[in-house]
C-alpha cells in the first residue's frame, strides 16, 4: 500500500486553465503538506493542514488553494496557471506538526508543466 | 534569514569509496536535522535524523555529524553502491510554534561502478 498517493503524475495545460491535484495518506498522520520542487531540485513549503486546520501559508499567491476535507486528505487547486508555475509537486505528511519533530513522508510528485 | 545550502553540487565517487555530503546552515535555533535521498522521479526519502543535543549519530551504513559552533551538518556514507547515487538534502526544523521544515538545496551523488 502507498503511505502517501497522489494524483494525477503528470499534468500537461495551457496558460489560464486551472487544475488539481488531489493527495492522500494512509498513515493516520494528523499533519499534511504541500512543497514545491524547482528545476534546480529547490523544495520550498507552500502550506501545511493539521487536523484540516490552514497552519502554515508560505506567501504563496491566491491561485493557489489547498483544501482538506479530511485530515487524510489534502488537495492542491490552482487557477490562471502561469508559466512559472510549472514544478514538480510534491504532497507530504508527519505525524503533528505540533509534536517533537518528526519525518515527512512524501508522495512521489506531480509534475505539473504550463505550456 | 532561512538558509540551508549545501558546498557542492554533484559529487562523483567510485562504487566501494566513503562518501561525505555537507551542508551548512544558518539558523542557530535550529534544533532537528534531517538527510533525505531523493532517487529520479520519486520523492524525497528519509534517510538520517539528529536532534541539537547529539554531535553524530549512526545507521546503517551512513552517519550524520553536526557541528553547531559552525553550524555544520554532513552525511558519510560508507562503501558507497550505485543505488546510492541520488540528490540528498539537509533539512532543519525549528519551532515556530510547530515544527517548520527547511530544506537545502540539494547535492546529486554519482556512484560510478
Known amino acids: 500500500d502507498t503511505a502517501v498517493s497522489q494524483t494525477p503524475k503528470y499534468l500537461v495545460t495551457q496558460m489560464g486553465n486551472d487544475k488539481s491535484i488531489k493527495c492522500e495518506q494512509n498513515?493516520?498522520?494528523?499533519?499534511m503538506y504541500w512543497y514545491k520542487q524547482d528545476s534546480k531540485k529547490f523544495l520550498k513549503i507552500m502550506f501545511s493542514?493539521?487536523?484540516?486546520?490552514?497552519?502554515i501559508n508560505e506567501t504563496v499567491p491566491n491561485r493557489f488553494s489547498p483544501k482538506s476535507p479530511d485530515k487524510a486528505h489534502l488537495n492542491l487547486h490552482i487557477n490562471s496557471l502561469e508559466l512559472g508555475d510549472s514544478a514538480v509537486y510534491f504532497c507530504?505528511?508527519?505525524?503533528?506538526?505540533?509534536?517533537?519533530?518528526?519525518?515527512?513522508?512524501f508522495g512521489e510528485g506531480s509534475r505539473l508543466t504550463v505550456l | 534569514g532561512e538558509s540551508v545550502g549545501l558546498h557542492l553540487p554533484t559529487l562523483s565517487v567510485q562504487e566501494g569509496d566513503n562518501s561525505i555530503i555537507n551542508c551548512a546552515y544558518s539558523?542557530?535555533?535550529?534544533?532537528?536535522f534531517i538527510w533525505y535521498k531523493q532517487e529520479s522521479g520519486k520523492g524525497p526519502q528519509f534517510i538520517i535524523d539528529?536532534?541539537?543535543?547529539?554531535d553524530k549519530r549512526q545507521g546503517q551504513r551512513v552517519t550524520v555529524l553536526l557541528n553547531k559552533t559552525v553550524k555544520h551538518l554532513s552525511l558519510q556514507i560508507a562503501a558507497t553502491q550505485p543505488g546510492d547515487s541520488a540528490v540528498y538534502f539537509c533539512?532543519?526544523?525549528?519551532?515556530?510554534?510547530?515544527?517548520?521544515?527547511?530544506f537545502g538545496t540539494g547535492t546529486r551523488l554519482l556512484v560510478s561502478p
Open positions: 507530504a505528511s508527519s505525524q503533528d506538526v505540533y509534536s517533537s519533530p518528526g519525518e515527512l513522508f
Open positions: 539528529i536532534r541539537s543535543n547529539m
Open positions: 539558523n542557530s535555533a535550529s534544533d532537528y
Open positions: 498513515l493516520g498522520h494528523d499533519t
Open positions: 533539512a532543519e526544523t525549528y519551532n515556530t510554534g510547530f515544527q517548520k521544515l527547511v
Open positions: 493542514y493539521n487536523n484540516k486546520e490552514l497552519i
